[in-house]
């Protein structure tokens, strides 16, 4: 997980968002069901395509980039399930890898117990050993959204050290190389740290260390 920035609000949120949100409420208030098109307008691709550029392409939570783990699914930070009003709000809307999506569900009622990519620096909850993204000692928060996003799952943990192991192959290069190439080759190397590559927070752990 890596600190995101929210960008403009799709044109199609601000014409529509407090429209929609009136409808989901009054049918709350009347005790009717939406229907499945009120309730997922915020899938509307104008929406998803902003969320897919804020995210790099990546989901918000695991860094999986969306086309190696799916299309990604349009993710409530807050559950809308406990509160319709948030349904179309468009600083509570990201994306997520369907795994994810599913792992958090309605928990974190109003983000609370959360670490929101969005609103907090994750560097500031978690620490990285390996290819493990462990929450810091004594951060609740932090270790309530580890263990109910599953962020250390067997099939992350394995491409993350492969990740790992890539970047230690790229180092050996570089030791290895002629010092005419060893510029080049490290400005290839800090590629790897920016925010469009998956697992760019693993990255950004271990390559001072291999460098060592």
């Avoid at 009054?26 to 998803?48: L, Q």
């Avoid at 918000?60 to 559950?79: N, T």
């Avoid at 997520?96 to 620096?121: E, R």
């Avoid at 250390?152 to 970047?167: A, D, P």
């Amino acid at each position: 997980m890596i600190k995101l920035t929210k960008l403009e609000k799709p044109a199609i949120l601000k014409d529509n968002a407090a429209a929609w949100t009136q409808v989901l409420l009054d049918r709350v208030a009347n005790g009717t069901k939406p229907s499945d098109s009120e309730k997922n307008k915020y899938r509307h691709p104008d929406v998803k395509s902003v969320l897919i550029l804020e995210t790099n392409g990546k989901c918000a939570y695991c860094e999986s980039k969306l086309l190696h783990s799916g299309y990604g699914d349009v993710e409530h930070v807050a559950p809308k399930s406990t509160n319709v009003a948030v349904t179309f709000e468009w600083e509570n809307l990201t994306i997520a890898c369907d795994v994810c999506n599913t792992n958090k569900g309605s928990k974190f009622s109003n983000g609370v117990g959360f670490v929101d990519p969005y609103l907090h620096d994750p560097a500031d909850h978690f620490i990285i050993i390996g290819a493990l993204i462990l929450a810091k000692a004594g951060n609740d928060d932090a270790r309530l959204t580890e263990e109910t996003l599953k962020l250390n799952r067997t099939e992350l943990v394995e491409r993350r050290g492969q990740r790992i192991r890539n970047l230690r192959d790229q180092v050996e290069v570089i030791r290895r190389a002629p010092a005419a190439l060893r510029f080049i080759l490290i400005e290839n190397l800090n590629e790897e740290i920016q925010a469009d590559k998956e697992f760019a927070a693993i990255s950004r752990a271990c390559i001072p260390l291999l460098l060592n």
